[in-house]
């Protein structure tokens, strides 16, 4: 007998584990960014249809997958596709693997922020007029390495035990970061003028509307706040209890991400526009130079200000960074069968080493004009393009190859809300179809949305490295769909333990011939 799957203690667990996936750095600065970046009101419209046309959907999908499945992403998707799906799959797990090493990066240098809100006078090193700003003088040092470290051995620590070390910590930290979040907009909303700015945020501006880029921007931000497009939201599932209310889950884990996405952007703008501090739609400047200089501004406890919303973005991001490390631990560990530690260590060694190098270029070679060329290109390809690529992969093999119909029977047995035929016409057509919009337009102007958010200029560079530069966004994009597609095409070659998988012939929720860990009757798992 194999162990039985772990599973969430209670439903609770569950939605506080999922929304903290859901709420991180693209709720409380990418979302302010973004909606600076595209006009304030004007984000507003795409931003809901997204939301409900693509976000719900695609998450009670990818929900309804893991859960019918009991296996983490690149299995779930072999069950439901074949070779080509676990194909997919993992071309989703090696994508989502770049975004968790930069994201951690990120965290690292948050973590540094933090230590310097700490230890420095924040109205001097965080002010609009600091020189250089703190965040430049921190990138210089080792710093960010010993961040980076650090969020490392948190993450690695707090998902050793799977769903037993990851829940009680998400009890504890999801109620600190809406507390912290609500203190935040009450602060903000009575600045002189604070409002000034939520007025900015809520102001339509339909004239934008025809425009491509605020569709591809409201898309991305849906997949990358929701956590769509990873592999996580069937990771967590897997680990649900069978008969789960999965519409019902999908729904409040949307809701309360894009509640938590609001009230952010209501803060960000308030404190901005009080101090006439202009946004920006870099996610990164938002998050390093312009937010800080707000809170630098603040008449009244600017450090306290300045130590909890850093402490905030560190605990959002690692409830983030867990979830992506989770769904890669869980997609090897499903595959080959190997002990969580082994797993953990093989994922931690890369990542680790990884998010170093992400972390390298401004402390190692202080002076070269690299700057975050790096992370800016990998946030370019994995993010921008790679996340709508998996996505339109995955409506089509649910949609198309499973059926959209079998996971929506699935999903409607134990759901109070039923879901109609208009599931399947969306996950069949309308989402592939704007997907596919998006993405042509998306490459046929080489501009992609991301984390990063701007790209870096590299025409001025000159000389030997400029030349390397200018072509290195193609040899990146060249490694990463050769490299990328090839070993996940391996991966999904191996031999594993496709044996015992459910049938995809069968009917999804326990059909004959299951014989896989875990499968069984409801309230399997302790047997
Ligand atoms: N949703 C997270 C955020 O908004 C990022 C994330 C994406 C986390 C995918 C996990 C998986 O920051």
Redesign the pocket.
Known sequence: MTESRAQWKSKMGFILAASG???????IV?FSSNAYRFGGGAFYLPYFIALFLVGMPVMVAEFGLGASTRKSFPLAMRVAGGRAGEFAGWFAILN?GF?TMY?ITILGWVAGMAWGALTTDVTASFGASAKPPFFDSFKMTYGPFFGVVLVWILNLLIVSRGTKSIEPVVKVFLPLMWLAMIVLVFVGMSLPGGFEGVKVLFTPQPEVLGDLSVWQGALSQMF????LG?G?MTAYASYLPKDSDLTHNAVTTSLLNCGFEWIAGVAVFSILFSFAIAPSSSTIAMMFYVVPAGIAAMPFAAKAFAIGFFLLLLVA?LT?SI??LEALVAAGQDKFRLPRWRTLAIFGTVGVIGSLVFALPAAALPGLPLGLWLLDLTDHWAFGYGLLIVGLVECIVIGWVVGSGRIRDFVNANSRFRLGVWFDLLLRFVIPGLLLMILISAVSQGEAGGLYGTKTDFSKTEGILGSFLRVSPWVVFLVWMLGGGGLAWWLSGRRGVEEGLPDLEAPLPSGPGVRSAGEGTAGEVDS
């Open positions: 996936s859901a709420i991180g750095l693209g709720n990418m989502a975004i994201y990358f706040s929701l956590s990873f996580v991001g983030s979830s992506l």
